[in-house]
């Protein structure tokens, strides 16, 4: 299982950063995936990270602004977001899936935390 949180109230141009702890089984051997889904629109994919952590990747829209990371030895993924925008919006879901390398799509994914919504509004 996965446990997403850190999500909140940001005004624009602020931070947050989501956590994704996972619990039952070992990051270790795991890729890892941030995807993101806002009110009457379709999940999108935000970014991922490989087994090994030395890969990642982002979509155009977050690319620059925010930063995916892990932690094996706390069994968790992190997504740090700067210059937080209205459009950042949505309902955040960290997921694993037992692969080595980076994945994109929502499909590849095995476990799935419940999401933290983010909220960006003055």
């Known amino acids: 299982q996965l446990q997403a949180s850190g999500g909140g109230l940001v005004q624009p141009g602020g931070s947050l950063t989501l956590s994704c702890v996972a619990s039952?089984?070992?990051?270790?051997?795991?890729?890892f995936g941030w995807f993101r889904q806002a009110p009457g629109k379709e999940r999108d994919w935000v970014s991922c990270?490989?087994?090994?952590?030395?890969?990642?990747y982002y979509a155009d829209s977050v690319k620059g602004r925010f930063t995916v990371s892990r932690d094996n030895a706390k069994n968790s993924v992190y997504l740090q977001m700067n210059n937080l925008s209205a459009e950042d919006t949505a309902n955040y879901s960290c997921?694993?899936?037992?692969?080595?390398?980076?994945?994109?799509?929502?499909?590849?994914?095995?476990?799935w935390g419940q999401g933290t919504q983010v909220t960006v509004s003055s």
């Open positions: 997921a694993a899936a037992p692969a080595t390398m980076c994945l994109k799509s929502a499909r590849s994914y095995d476990y």
């Open positions: 039952g089984f070992t990051v270790d051997y795991h890729a």
């Open positions: 990270i490989n087994m090994n952590g030395d890969s990642t």
